[in-house]
C-alpha cells in the first residue's frame, strides 16, 4: 500500500494522481468542485458565492501551484447559496456532477471516443478488489474494502473498470437499487413497498447482510443492510450446489 500522505499537499497530489481524466473532485466543506482535465491540470467548475469558498479557493490555488498543478478558473460559475437550503444544494450539485459526467467521460482506449453514458450500465458487474488503509477525516486508520465495477464499451469492448462512485454518477438511482448475483436479483424496497410486502405476506422480501444467502456472494457495500425483494434469474441457470 501506499505510504501515508500527511501534509494536504501530498494528499491533493496523491489524489489527483490516482483521479482518472473527467474525475470530479470536491475538497470536503470548501464549496468548490473541480474536475480533473488531463495529468497536472484542473477546472475549477462551481464555486459557492461565500467569503469562506472564495478563501478557499484562493489556498487551493496556491497549493496546487505548490505541487506543479494547474488550476483553469475561465469557466468557474458561482453559486448562490444564500437562497438554498443545503439539501437543495446538495440535489443540485449532485445534478450537476450527473451532467458533467455523462457529457465529459468517454471510453478509456484511445481512439474510441465512445461516451460512457452510453455504456450497457445495467450490466455493470461489481469485483471485490481487497482491502486498503485509509486516513480517516479524525486521523484514524482503518481498513476500507476497494470496489470497482466493470463495464463493457459497446464500440470497441474493452472492459472498463469504474469507480462505485463514478458509476453511481452515470448509472444514476435506480440502477443502483438493483443488483444481481449469479442466481438471483436483488431490488432494493421504499419504505412503502415493505409495508405492502409485509401486509400481503410476500416470502421474497428479505434484509441483506454481507453475503448473498444463495450464492455466499460477497455483496457490495450499498446492498448491505437493506430490505429487498429476491427474485430468481432466469431459470435456465442451474438451482443444483456448485
Ligand atoms: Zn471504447
Known amino acids: 500500500m501506499d505510504s501515508q500522505s500527511n501534509t494536504p499537499e501530498e494528499q491533493a497530489k496523491d489524489l489527483l494522481s490516482k483521479m482518472r481524466t473527467g474525475g ?4 470536503e466543506g470548501l464549496g468548490l468542485t473541480l474536475m ?10 462551481t464555486q459557492e458565492n461565500t467569503p469562506f469558498s472564495a478563501q478557499a479557493r484562493i489556498r487551493l490555488r496556491l497549493l496546487l501551484g505548490d505541487i506543479g498543478w494547474e488550476m483553469n478558473e475561465d469557466e468557474c460559475q458561482l453559486i ?37 453514458s452510453a455504456f ?44 462505485p462512485y463514478d458509476y453511481g454518477l452515470l448509472a444514476g438511482d435506480d440502477l443502483m437499487l ?20 409485509m401486509d400481503a405476506n410476500l416470502d421474497n422480501v428479505i434484509v441483506t447482510g454481507t453475503f448473498c444467502p444463495f450464492t455466499r456472494e460477497m455483496l457490495p457495500p450499498h446492498v448491505r443492510g437493506a430490505v429487498v425483494m429476491v427474485k430468481e434469474r432466469e431459470k435456465n441457470e442451474d438451482i443444483e450446489e456448485e
Not at 470530479?24 to 475538497?27: K, M, Q
Not at 450490466?123 to 484514524?140: A, H, K
Not at 449469479?182 to 410486502?197: F, G, N, P, Q
Open 178 to 197: 438493483t443488483y444481481h448475483t449469479a442466481k438471483v436479483t436483488y431490488t432494493a424496497l421504499e419504505r412503502e413497498e415493505v409495508i405492502r410486502c
Open 80 to 116: 448562490d447559496v444564500q437562497s438554498t437550503d443545503p439539501f437543495t444544494r446538495h440535489m443540485e450539485n449532485t445534478v450537476k456532477r450527473q451532467e458533467m459526467a455523462q457529457n465529459n467521460w468517454t471510453c478509456v482506449k484511445e481512439g474510441c471516443g465512445c461516451m460512457m
Open 24 to 27: 470530479i473532485w470536491e475538497p
Open 120 to 163: 450497457p450500465l445495467e450490466e455493470g458487474r461489481w469485483e471485490f478488489l481487497g482491502q486498503e488503509e485509509m486516513e480517516t477525516p479524525m486521523g484514524t486508520i482503518e481498513e476500507v474494502e476497494m470496489w470497482s465495477v466493470a463495464v463493457k464499451c459497446p464500440v470497441c469492448d474493452t472492459e472498463v473498470m469504474m469507480e
Open 36 to 45: 480533473k482535465t488531463k495529468e497536472g491540470s484542473v477546472d475549477l467548475i
